[in-house]
């Protein structure tokens, strides 16, 4: 890696790989030495960052921003169009980061710097169609219509498991918007998100515009705390762990501030009685093991008819026992480790929580051991036939633990996939039109996302991406989600010689 991270410029305080880097602001005095989950080696060292060095980071984005917004927004989408192309020529090397330094398998590396590319090209369109609407006034001779505007600066929190989409998702959109961003990063996973600043930065110079445009700051959860109470930030965007959330979600409120959460994910695939079992166990298999189950949309629950149950638990388990577990960059492979050992513990304590409430294990409970897994972050993906009392099943374990259950009624398999806190994604498979239409229905999901005859993970960047209930209610990447990163305002102009009020109402002076 030590090649790659010299390609990107990540000099000291950055890391330890040299020296140089005068454009930092400032830090702490403390590091923090980063280890991969894939052979526990040291990728680098960082800087950590500081209340000074916060600050120092805010004040040169809101030097920018006025530079920044006065901007046609298609000339922004031009500086978003060459980043585009930038992550083009840099595709293989980030991915590689990625995959190495979070642990996803190299596709998914490179996929997830795909959709980075995506989104640019998204946003790039989005920049000639940030419309508004025109109204008929009641009043003669007016003409109303609403038009938006930039924020200001959008602070974007992401996390690990996915350390450069999802800042994407969030960046692209908001620049294109007018506003700048400051980002922080996973302290987990923050030389990709470095390598995505010197990225963003070569072409910000080649245009001549300010690099606080874009922002990066590397700490811990009190940098995460000052974001959210700071005045400055017009827009938090957190994507990380419900408790999270809610602490954000609390502190951006206080100051009437806006936020959007993209949090926690309990997801479930229902397969009907009149499912196709061979298109339904790939895409089961890899919502629950791909990314080491570690996405937010991955599989977490399976809600089975009980006349597919065993047939379904009969292919799933020959299916676990084709997967090749090691070092994601081997293209072989098809799942990684967790991202550290705290995440093996939290996968032991769950399984073991599991089986006190009454699951049966079917297949899993493992850390791998012997000079493939050095690291200690590999674990066996898990399966366990569970029951809907057991209160574990309500709980999101970052790990590729799969709970199976049997029910009678499509109805019943409804409320099974709703009886959670959470609602981020959902699925079912069936070749049944009328229990695919329920399931749509708002007598089906009560999640943001719900798709039929395809998983739960594997989110396109064109629709809007997020959940209802604990998951937060926020909405990224596509659609119109553009409008939360800018404020509405409605206008009307009087083109005519009188001066009529609203309503028919007479001031006579």
């Not at 959709?115 to 940030?130: K, P, T």
């Not at 991955?298 to 090749?324: C, E, F, G, M, P």
Request: aromatic residues 8%.
């Amino acid at each position: 890696m030590k090649d790659i991270l010299q390609a990107f410029n990540l000099k000291q305080p950055y890391c330890n790989i040299s020296t140089g880097q005068k454009d930092w602001v400032g830090t702490s005095g403390k590091t923090a030495t980063i280890h991969s989950p894939v052979d526990n080696a040291v990728i680098g060292s960082i800087a950590l960052a500081d209340v000074e060095s916060y600050d120092a980071v805010v004040a040169k984005a809101n030097e920018a921003f006025p530079i920044w917004k006065a901007l046609p927004a298609p000339q922004r989408g031009e500086i978003v169009r060459q980043f585009g192309d930038a992550l083009r020529k840099e595709k293989e090397n980030l991915g590689k980061l990625v995959s190495y330094e979070m642990g996803k398998s190299l596709q998914e590396g490179y996929g997830e710097v795909q959709e980075m590319i995506d989104i640019c090209d998204f946003a790039v369109g989005l920049s000639r169609q940030l419309y508004g609407l025109q109204m008929h006034s009641e009043r003669p001779n007016h003409r109303m219509f609403e038009q938006w505007h930039p924020l200001g600066t959008v602070g974007i929190i992401s996390a690990f498991n996915f350390p450069v989409a999802v800042w994407a998702w969030n960046a692209a959109l908001s620049w294109v918007c007018g506003n700048v961003c400051i980002w922080k990063p996973s302290e987990k996973t923050p030389f990709s998100a470095l390598a995505c600043q010197e990225i963003f930065k070569t072409v910000l110079k080649a245009n001549d515009l300010p690099e606080g445009i874009s922002n990066a700051i590397i700490g811990d959860s009190d940098i995460g705390r000052r974001m959210a109470a700071d005045q400055n930030i017009a827009l938090v965007s957190a994507t990380g762990s419900t408790r999270m959330g809610k602490s954000v979600a609390e502190t951006v409120g206080k100051r009437l501030g806006k936020s959007i959460l993209e949090l926690g994910g309990n997801n479930a695939i229902i397969v009907t009685e009149e499912a196709d079992l061979n298109a339904a166990v790939p895409a089961i298999v890899f919502g629950a093991v791909g990314t080491a189950g570690q996405r937010c949309t991955s599989t977490r629950r399976l809600i089975v008819h009980k006349n597919q149950y065993q047939d379904l638990l009969a292919k799933l388990t020959s299916a676990y026992k084709q997967l090749q577990i090691g070092n994601p960059l081997d293209e072989k492979n098809h799942v990684g480790p967790l991202i550290d050992t705290n995440a093996v513990n939290a996968y032991l304590k769950t399984i073991e929580e599991a089986q006190k409430q009454g699951g049966k294990l079917a297949y899993g409970n493992e850390v791998l051991a012997g000079d493939a897994y050095t690291s200690g972050c590999y674990v066996a993906p898990t399966i366990i036939e569970a029951n809907i009392d057991m209160p574990i099943v309500k709980h999101e374990t970052f790990a590729p633990i799969l709970y199976i259950f049997a029910y009678e009624s499509f109805e019943e398999a409804i409320a099974i996939q709703n009886n959670v806190p959470q609602g981020l994604s959902s699925a079912v498979f069936t070749l049944n039109m009328q229990q695919a239409e329920k399931f749509l229905s708002n007598a089906g999901s009560d999640c943001g996302i719900a798709n039929v005859n395809i998983g739960t993970s594997g989110a396109e960047i064109g629709g809007a991406f997020g959940g209802e209930k604990e998951t937060g209610g926020g909405r990224e990447s596509g659609s119109d989600s553009w409008k939360a990163y800018m404020r509405r305002q409605t206008c009307t102009v009087n083109y005519g010689k009188d001066a009529p009020l609203a309503q028919g109402i007479v001031f006579n002076l």
